[in-house]
């Protein structure tokens, strides 16, 4: 069955890095929810929230499986997205415990932007390193009691940072703690992120064919390096006038940690089943069809390509055209692509001086037909 056939045959969406197209077992799951057990999770003694409660569990659960991670040592809690995720981790670190924070020249606006407020508010100072050319970080870098950041793959253009898990060592190793941003990973990078000893992982779902909702994944180790400033309900068993009981303290809801308030759990529900959905896929027409995206632009003279290696994300600028307005001509053909800076300021405007950039980012719903539609397009463009 084609999970992906209530899209259009001529659209060809090429935005998948900022949100994957929904495959029909997991836009069924939400429907399920929604129309047949709708109610709240981890509260309710009535039968739906119990079959609510299950399905929420399962899905904790898968999320470590898919990451080979121990149930013993990490769980899982939900978020809105990356970004939340990241900041409510940071701006939770507590004081007079590390020395500074780092993170490279490569990231995305989202860990970026939060380790600079984080730097504030500690009042330690920040670095940002630069990553090899390959997507690697120097080993040999002091990491002494930091708190780093560093994205696992890169939005710009796939890029894998490869000596992850010598980094998380060494990083151990110095006293510091590793805060991952694996926004990128998560679909089509799985092995890099699985078995990683990172202290947190924060992903986005809706990068990984499921709804838009957030994922934390924590070392049980690394709360108590954090102070408890964000609390509502869900997280606490019992609250007097100025005092409380957190509802984390009991191991088997630890969870609730990073959870205040109602969660999405029709979203939660359905990650599971992209979880499950993804586990049967297989990437080699992904593969095929972006490795035939990297040459063909590789061979175009006019072409600038950002990438050194293929990958499902590939960014690239056109002599003499402006980027928008060939995202423009190319969405007159209902071919979607992104255009601009993506959301990496830093790396793409001020320490490459690139201009705006055309970014295709494929995902596992694309067809043959979708890579012919942007190639030929793409040669009516340069002939012009
Ligand atoms: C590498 C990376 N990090 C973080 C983010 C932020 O994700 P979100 O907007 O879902 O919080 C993105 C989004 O594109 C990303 O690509």
Same mark, same amino acid.
């Given at each position: 069955?084609?999970?992906?056939?209530?899209? @259009? +045959?001529?659209? &060809?969406?090429?935005? !998948? /890095?900022?949100?994957?197209?929904? $495959?029909?077992? =997991? %836009?069924?799951?939400?429907?399920?929810?929604?129309?047949?057990?709708?109610?709240?999770?981890?509260?309710?003694?009535?039968?739906?929230?119990?079959?609510?409660?299950?399905?929420?569990?399962?899905?904790?659960?898968?999320?470590?499986?898919?990451?080979?991670?121990?149930?013993?040592?990490?769980?899982?809690?939900?978020?809105?997205?990356?970004?939340?995720?990241?900041?409510?981790?940071?701006?939770?670190?507590?004081?007079?415990?590390?020395?500074?924070?780092?993170?490279?020249?490569?990231?995305?606006? @989202? +860990?970026?932007? &939060?380790?600079?407020? !984080? /730097?504030?508010?500690?009042?330690? $100072?920040?670095? =940002? %390193?630069?990553?090899?050319?390959?997507?690697?970080?120097?080993?040999?870098?002091?990491?002494?009691?930091?708190?780093?950041?560093?994205?696992?793959?890169?939005?710009?253009?796939?890029?894998?940072?490869?000596?992850?898990?010598?980094?998380?060592?060494?990083?151990?190793?110095?006293?510091?703690?590793?805060?991952?941003?694996?926004?990128?990973?998560?679909?089509?990078?799985?092995?890099?992120?699985?078995?990683?000893?990172?202290?947190?992982?924060?992903?986005?779902?809706?990068?990984?064919?499921?709804? @838009?909702?957030?994922?934390?994944?924590?070392?049980?180790?690394?709360?108590?390096?954090?102070?408890?400033?964000?609390?509502?309900?869900?997280?606490?068993?019992?609250?007097?006038?100025?005092?409380?009981?957190?509802?984390?303290?009991?191991?088997?809801?630890?969870?609730?940690?990073?959870?205040?308030?109602?969660?999405?759990?029709?979203?939660?529900?359905?990650?599971?089943?992209?979880?499950?959905?993804?586990?049967?896929?297989?990437?080699?027409?992904?593969?095929?069809?972006?490795?035939?995206?990297?040459?063909?632009?590789?061979?175009?003279?006019?072409?600038?390509?950002?990438?050194?290696?293929?990958?499902?994300?590939?960014?690239?600028?056109?002599?003499?055209?402006?980027?928008?307005?060939?995202?423009?001509?190319?969405?007159?053909?209902?071919?979607?692509?992104?255009?601009?800076?993506?959301?990496?300021?830093?790396?793409?405007?001020?320490?490459?001086?690139?201009?705006?950039?055309?970014?295709?980012?494929?995902?596992?719903?694309?067809?043959?037909?979708?890579?012919?539609?942007?190639?030929?397009?793409?040669?009516?463009?340069?002939?012009?």
């Amino acid at each position: 069955m084609d999970d992906f056939a209530y899209l @259009s +045959p001529d659209a &060809a969406y090429f935005d !998948a /890095a900022c949100q994957s197209l929904r $495959p029909a077992p =997991v %836009i069924q799951a939400l429907n399920d929810y929604y129309q047949n057990f709708n109610s709240c999770g981890e509260r309710v003694k009535y039968a739906w929230g119990k079959q609510t409660d299950e399905k929420v569990a399962a899905t904790r659960a898968k999320v470590l499986q898919y990451l080979k991670l121990s149930p013993r040592e990490y769980f899982t809690s939900f978020t809105l997205n990356t970004t939340y995720g990241l900041n409510l981790i940071l701006s939770q670190i507590a004081p007079n415990q590390f020395v500074k924070i780092i993170t490279s020249n490569l990231e995305h606006n @989202s +860990p970026f932007l &939060a380790t600079i407020a !984080a /730097a504030k508010r500690l009042g330690i $100072p920040r670095e =940002v %390193i630069d990553r090899e050319p390959d997507g690697s970080i120097n080993s040999s870098h002091d990491f002494t009691k930091s708190i780093v950041v560093f994205g696992a793959v890169s939005n710009i253009d796939g890029r894998e940072l490869k000596n992850l898990k010598e980094i998380v060592k060494k990083i151990h190793q110095q006293g510091g703690i590793i805060i991952l941003d694996a926004a990128q990973a998560l679909a089509h990078n799985a092995e890099l992120l699985a078995k990683t000893e990172a202290d947190a992982i924060c992903a986005s779902a809706h990068k990984m064919y499921a709804p @838009s909702l957030g994922i934390i994944v924590a070392h049980k180790d690394l709360l108590p390096k954090l102070e408890v400033n964000f609390l509502g309900g869900g997280m606490v068993d019992d609250v007097e006038k100025s005092t409380f009981q957190l509802s984390a303290e009991n191991p088997a809801h630890i969870y609730t940690r990073f959870e205040a308030g109602l969660q999405a759990w029709g979203e939660i529900i359905a990650l599971g089943a992209a979880i499950d959905w993804r586990m049967q896929q297989n990437t080699k027409n992904l593969m095929a069809y972006s490795k035939s995206n990297f040459e063909f632009l590789r061979g175009q003279n006019r072409i600038k390509l950002l990438n050194r290696e293929f990958s499902p994300t590939l960014s690239f600028c056109v002599e003499g055209l402006d980027s928008h307005l060939l995202g423009a001509a190319l969405s007159h053909e209902n071919i979607m692509v992104r255009t601009g800076y993506f959301c990496a300021h830093y790396y793409l405007s001020h320490q490459n001086n690139y201009p705006p950039l055309v970014r295709v980012s494929l995902g596992l719903h694309n067809r043959e037909s979708d890579i012919a539609k942007f190639q030929d397009a793409m040669r009516k463009v340069l002939e012009a």
